[in-house]
């Protein structure tokens, strides 16, 4: 296992507050939040794939800023519309076994190649890149491959394993946090020789003082978190800019 399953540390965290700019979309049946850089026929796009609180406003408001550095941002609801509330998660309502249950690959990566296909086919991308916060950095590696994702970037990933880590096909950047019971001391470590094996560009950045969730959940209002927050969203836009 390069990185342990969700845990309570994912059901906790801090909502941001902002105006979304892009627009929720039907795509093939997926409920899909898109936002638009001010090219709006770019040959590159990011897939966002969400941690367990799906399209909400943290992960709109991150897209938006994806946009904001040229990239079309496509996030679509990889949960189907069963994702963890905020509500729930501070009332501690969530469970998370259970809910992991059904969130599945074989239930997930449906709408990840609905996307893809979407942004391919229809809107003429032809390079896509993609993060993955928590939840979502499984699949951002699971789906590293020819003609899927050809780059990649995941903060604080929960749920990989080592085949998945050591079977992608490109270039894969990690944010990680210093305390982090999901991706462990260990499991970092052990996922740095899994990469060094893959012969494919790669990258961790460790931050200090920071929690697993901080790239998406920080609380904005303790300077060492907002701080951490924010150049892991410069680490992925470097990385992007650099091999997408």
Known sequence: MASNPPAACCASGFRHEGTPAGEIKDI??????????????????????????????????????YANNGYLTIIPDILQGDQISVSDMSSG???????????????????IESTIKYARETLGVKKIGAV?????????C?????????VGY????????????GAINGPLSIAAAEVDSIFTTQLRHESEETLIKTGKPWQINLFSGVSHGFAVR?????????WAKEQAFCQAVAWFNQHL
């Not at 699971?142 to 050809?150: Q, S, T």
């Not at 995941?154 to 394993?161: D, E, I, L, R």
Request: glycine share 6%.
């Open 132 to 140: 993955g916060y928590c939840f979502g950095g499984k699949y951002v």
């Open 154 to 165: 995941t903060a604080h990933p929960s749920f990989v394993t080592h085949e998945e880590l």
């Open 218 to 226: 920080a609380d904005l209002s303790d300077p060492k978190q907002k």
């Open 28 to 65: 093939n049946g997926v409920n899909t939040y898109i936002s638009y850089p001010k090219d709006k026929t770019p040959e590159k796009a990011i897939i966002f794939l969400t941690d367990i609180f799906g399209i909400f406003i943290n992960a709109q408001i991150l897209a938006d800023e």
């Open 142 to 150: 699971r789906n590293m491959k020819p003609g899927l994702i050809d």
């Open 93 to 111: 309502k969530v469970d998370l076994p259970t809910w992991i249950k059904s969130h599945q690959p074989e239930h997930v990566e449906p709408a």
